[in-house]
């Protein structure tokens, strides 16, 4: 089955520097894999997806990703954090019984101190 | 174009009571998926609907069912309502094009307290 890992409930960064989520996943097939942001009170807005087009994803706010198969990691970055980044941040993984399921992880808050 | 909306917002319903929720996809999306999402369990898949037909269930009780209508608009119900079923239901839809990794989109969500 498929699973997916984020180390770390709670990351606080200064703002300017830069933001490392990580994210580790299990799939038994190659993976089509996504992050996701929520802001409070609101949904789920996708940050950038992975569907083995390109290893590192660029996505919206300036955050990308890097695919590498060999660690089953998809480590989410930004080189310089804006107090507007505050949020929860989810990992997730299309189940290669339904790609429209997900499997999230557990989610990584996001603190950006001045 | 309009994102995904769901309706009402924010409910509060007691113990024992149903409730019903409702979707509308993005237009064009004929694939509906519903998550539930609590501080303890995380982000749960629900079900998927695919031109009126569930495609995929995940582990939940029957006291949650769902359906989707031939215009892709979809509702869920939970019938007999518990404290634990307080929770964010989110519907999402996508366009169900599998090979490419299709986006799922999300919704505003709806808030559902049991009292």
């Known amino acids: 089955a498929q699973s997916v890992t984020q180390l770390g409930s709670h990351v606080s960064v200064s703002e300017g520097a830069l933001v490392l989520l990580r994210c580790n996943y299990s799939s038994s097939v190659p993976p089509y894999l996504f992050w996701y942001v929520q802001y409070p009170n609101q949904g789920l807005q996708l940050l950038l997806k992975y569907t083995s087009a390109a290893t590192l994803v660029k996505g919206i706010n300036g955050f990308e990703a890097e695919f590498k198969k060999s660690e089953t990691s998809f480590h989410l970055t930004k080189p310089s954090a804006h107090m507007s980044d505050a949020a929860e941040y989810f990992c997730?993984?299309?189940?290669?019984?339904?790609?429209?399921?997900?499997?999230f992880g557990t989610g990584t808050r996001l603190l950006v101190s001045p | 174009k309009a994102g995904v909306t769901q309706t009402p917002r924010y409910l509060i319903k007691t113990r024992g009571q149903q409730v019903t929720l409702s979707c509308s996809p993005i237009s064009g999306h004929r694939s509906v998926s519903w998550y539930q999402q609590t501080p303890g369990q995380g982000l749960q898949f629900l079900f998927e609907y695919f031109s009126e037909t569930q495609r995929n269930k995940g582990n939940f009780p029957g006291r949650f069912s769902g359906r989707q209508f031939s215009n892709s608009r979809s509702e869920m119900n939970v019938s007999t309502l518990e404290l634990g079923d307080s929770a964010l239901y989110l519907c999402a839809s996508s366009l169900d094009r599998a090979e490419t990794g299709n986006t799922i989109y999300f919704g505003e969500g709806s808030w559902l307290t049991v009292v």
């Open positions: 997730a993984v299309s189940d290669p019984t339904g790609f429209q399921k997900l499997v």
